[in-house]
């Protein structure tokens, strides 16, 4: 799988380091049709080992429509801290190679914001 940034000037390991939470990971991934059933699998497993480390909170994986080639992984965090340690695990890096070549992934972290009247923070 290759990584690459949504946002250039801030690059996704560069985001990691910021120590703030809780914390949106928003992961997209472009996933050609013939890795779609092996990517899902993939992507099951890791959510499994995720799910266990400490400040997980919460995963939603999204599939887009129409034949479209994009899938989107929505996780919550209590930290920055928490992601990077989970990420840091030499478990997680050995089952990224589990993915294919021929997909890419574009993760970002975000935090919430607060609008009035509108969402809470």
Known sequence: MKLQDHDPTTPFLAQLQERTGPVTLV???????????????????DAGFMKAQPGFISTQLYRGTAGSRLWLNVAVWESTDALRAAFGRPEFQQARAKYSDAITAAPHVYTKVAVEGICVA
């Open 27 to 45: 992961n997209t991934f472009v996933v050609p049709e013939e890795a779609a059933e092996r990517f899902e699998k993939t992507w099951r497993e």
